[in-house]
């Protein structure tokens, strides 16, 4: 059975959703979590829930890195941070792969300094879950899109090298047998976007193992075209947090509107269960957390704001990538490219 | 001119063990179940991972360092049941010397259908009629289960006996349990003939509803809670009534029959000190022997010097602060019932101390 490391003080509400999190896992699973943090803390936490002891081992360290801190300051200084303990773990083999609520930069360096890339892997890719239209029963509401933000700045290579591991996580992950792969970009045409994407196009087309299905536009992103959305970190960074904008600002306003006037309080009222059946469909909890690919070790990088449901789902997820081999397969299909 | 101290003959130890969910894993969740319960045969019930080979340890133990240890099951079960649950534990091996169930046909008889579910009345009747027949000045261990009411039942039999609860207080608590006035009075009856003794050293409840252990923080230290009985095995190896060579065997037994993996032990282990209901210096030396035992895993990756001289440290500093946590220092006084029942006690109902009564 996997162990899976938590950096128990990473997050919004660390270490409280995320010690509830890693319990519930070790009711519902036999995977081995190995929780990094105060012991003291995560273990006040844990005397509140049900739990089951034989899957959880503590690593106790009292440093953690803040959400709100400049990543580069607290991995070059904070060796003894729970997500650096962490990593460590993994990176020394006490543990299979890692999972982190915290501070996303500071995730990503963290990978960066302690893991080593898969051969022949130049750029790591941080992916993201974002919903979108389903076209048959049983399809993932969620797609994945990489990379959201490792790098700033991509060449066709790396671009093509993303495809590669987005299909294969996805491959694996959300049980796709093949899926299909889009370049984000200004327009469907293969000669738009400049020339690293119009390189990147070229590539991924001549690529019989990959499902590319060519550009897609950012008004495509919400139907459903694709199952794994590659682009440039800072574009994707930007896609993310427009998503999650769109959705803080509908919510907003529904809310005014809906205290304002009684017919739209009523008319809500009655959407009521349709609302609460998208936001099922759409809830990022089910995915957990979406993982930063390249690396020979495997890190699920949750939302800040995680609850324990998504923490729990996060735990599954990481064990499930390490049990399917994700960062083999990852290697074997970039190696198929040289 | 100095004496030679003759070695007094040790205390005998009787070890009180509920039934279901405790060493049984009955399921009476719905009608059906209990149903099957009922008249399943001795070889289709299934004992709880580890607990026959705790129980045999027990035994084995005692007779290894001369002392006697008396094996007891109180079952809130009917009678009628008896026949299969004898001849279940004569296909475990286990060396009992009494068992005791609930009449309840007697209770349907007098119309006292509440007594039927009510168990705490029972259960105290019981305990205190074991005492009166136990051995002179025998120590206790007491084992039941996050299902029915052990822990406040164990609890009140420990104080009754230590005569940090008397009467005058017994009383008012039972009757605000809702306890049958009948049961009530064989109580205070018994009290006066058991004999007053701190005789409880602890009582373990198995945790096979998973209840938080924070739930029993209420109880003091007397009361542990513990997921496995490994877990068991390891407290009662730390309070001298085990040898680790009884521990191993346990863990043995969940290593062969139950599934489990030397990592698993290895983390209960870490949870019993991380609980402090083991001090940090018995766990290392428990660990230590079963590691030599093979059973828990040696395989540590390597770690770097830095760290190790830092697990070291943390090693060091969890010992100075876990040595407050060895055996439960002696009580002074009783628990606070009324607060526990206040906490625990939904109005108007039988206290659900770990969950709905059964």
């Known amino acids: ?338 | 001119m100095s004496r030679l101290r003759v070695p007094s003959a040790p205390r005998p130890l009787v070890c009180r063990w509920d039934l279901d969910k405790t060493y049984l894993q009955s399921e009476f969740d719905s009608l059906r179940q209990l149903l099957r319960t009922a008249f399943e045969r001795a070889e289709d019930k299934v004992d709880v991972p580890g607990v026959a080979e705790l129980i045999k340890a027990i035994k084995k133990a005692a007779v290894r360092h001369g002392r006697t240890a008396l094996v007891y099951f109180i079952s809130a079960s009917p009678p009628q049941i008896g026949k299969a649950i004898r001849e279940k534990l004569v296909l475990d091996g286990i060396p009992y010397d009494g068992i005791v169930f609930k009449d309840q046909l007697a209770h349907l008889k007098r119309g006292k259908l509440r007594n039927l579910r009510e168990h705490v009345g029972f259960k105290l009747v019981e305990l205190l009629r074991g005492r009166v027949d136990a051995p002179a000045g025998a120590r206790e261990l007491l084992f039941g289960d996050d299902w029915e009411s052990d822990s406040l039942i164990y609890s009140l039999y420990a104080d009754v006996l230590a005569g940090r609860l008397d009467v005058d207080r017994l009383v008012p608590i039972l009757r605000r349990i809702g306890v049958d006035a009948r049961l009530i009075d064989q109580v205070v009856a018994l009290v006066a003939t058991a004999g007053r003794q701190d005789a409880v050293e602890r009582i373990f409840i198995n945790l096979e509803r998973r209840t938080p252990t924070g739930t029993f923080r209420l109880f003091g230290a007397r009361v542990v809670p513990t997921f496995n009985y490994f877990q068991t095995a390891v407290v009662l190896a730390a309070d001298g009534h085990l040898d680790v060579e009884d521990v191993a065997a346990v863990a043995r037994t969940l290593l062969d029959r139950s599934g489990y993996t030397g990592r698993r032990l290895e983390n209960s282990l870490g949870d019993l000190v991380r609980r402090t209901v083991v001090s940090l210096a018995a766990a290392e030396r428990i660990g230590a022997a079963l590691r030599v035992a093979g059973v828990l895993p040696t395989d540590t990756p390597a770690r770097s010097r830095w760290r190790r001289m830092v697990d070291a440290f943390r090693r060091y500093r969890g010992r100075r602060r876990a040595r407050r946590a060895a055996a439960p220092a002696p009580r002074r006084a009783a628990l606070d019932y009324d607060a526990i029942l206040d906490r625990l006690r939904p109005t108007g109902r039988e206290p659900s101390v770990e969950g709905r009564p059964t």
Request: hydrophobic content about 45%.
């Open chain 1, 1 to 338: 059975m996997p162990i899976i490391a938590i950096d128990a003080m990473g997050g919004d509400h660390a270490p409280g959703e995320i010690v509830k999190g890693v319990a519930r896992a070790s009711l519902e699973t036999d995977i081995d979590c190995l929780l990094v943090g105060d012991e003291r803390r995560i273990q006040e936490v844990l005397e509140t829930v049900p739990y089951n002891p034989e899957h959880i081992s503590i690593v106790d360290c009292r440093d953690a890195i803040g959400m709100d801190e400049d990543p580069h300051e607290a991995v070059k200084n904070r060796r003894d941070a729970s997500l650096l303990v962490a990593t460590r773990a993994v990176a020394e083999g006490r543990a299979n792969a890692m999972v982190s609520a915290g501070n996303t930069g500071a995730c990503v360096l963290a990978c960066a300094r302690d893991f080593r890339l898969l051969k022949g892997i130049r750029r790591a890719a941080l992916a993201s879950v974002y919903p979108r239209h389903t076209e048959y029963t049983g399809q993932d509401p969620l797609a994945l899109v990489l990379d959201v933000g490792a790098t700033i700045r991509c060449e066709a290579e790396e671009l093509v090298q993303f495809a590669l591991m987005g299909s294969a996580y996805a491959r694996r992950i959300s049980k796709v047998p093949s899926p299909r792969v889009a370049l984000l970009n200004m327009g469907v045409e293969a000669s738009k976007g400049g020339e690293t994407l119009v390189a990147a196009h070229r590539r991924l087309r001549r690529m019989p193992a990959l499902n590319f299905v060519g550009n897609v536009e950012g008004n495509d992103l919400a139907r459903g075209g694709a199952d794994v959305i590659v682009c440039e970190g800072l574009l994707g960074n930007v896609v993310l947090k427009l998503v999650e904008g769109i959705a803080e600002v509908f919510t907003d306003v529904a809310s005014a509107a809906a205290r304002r006037r009684l017919t739209w309080r009523i008319g809500l009222a009655l959407l009521a269960r349709g609302i609460e059946r998208l936001r099922e469909l759409t809830d990022y909890t089910q995915y957990g957390g979406a993982p930063i690919l390249g690396f020979e070790n495997l890190f699920i990088k949750c939302h800040g704001r995680s609850n324990a449901r998504a923490v729990a789902n996060a735990v599954k997820v990481a064990a499930k990538a390490v049990r399917d081999r994700v960062p083999a397969e990852i290697a074997e299909a970039v190696a198929s490219l040289r």
